[in-house]
């Protein structure tokens, strides 16, 4: 059963920075590419970020690009999103996708990241 289980959510200052976590079970995660997306209240869920199998090709959101990274650890499937210089604007419900072009899309359930003074 696939799984993907994010954490490190929280509420951080303006200009704070916070890192969160998928953990991955129940597919060959070195093998797909994964997506970070945020959804903030009233608006639709969008892509921040993604990363191929083998970490070498990333790509983001222009709201975000050069304040959040990507990364990978395959050996212990494990996705990251590191997020430096968080704005207000940052505020959402963040979670973890992958695309199977079998079985079609799968999420986890999402961790809330507030951006507030």
């Known amino acids: 059963q696939v799984q993907l289980v994010e954490s490190g959510g929280g509420l951080v200052q303006p200009g704070g920075s916070l890192t969160i976590s998928c953990a991955a079970s129940?597919?060959?995660?070195?093998?797909?590419?994964m997506n970070w997306y945020r959804q903030a209240p009233g608006k639709e869920r969008e892509v921040v970020a993604s990363?191929?199998?083998?970490?070498?090709?990333?790509t983001y959101a222009t709201s975000v690009k050069g304040r959040f990274t990507i990364s990978r650890d395959n050996a212990k499937n494990t996705v990251f999103l590191q997020m430096n210089s968080l704005e207000p604007e940052d505020t959402a419900v963040y979670f973890c996708?992958?695309?199977?072009?079998?079985?079609?899309?799968?999420w986890g359930q999402g961790t809330q990241v507030t951006v507030s003074s």
């Open positions: 996708n992958y695309w199977d072009d079998q079985r079609g899309d799968y």
């Open positions: 129940g597919f060959s995660f070195s093998s797909y590419t």
């Open positions: 990363i191929r199998p083998a970490g070498t090709s990333l």
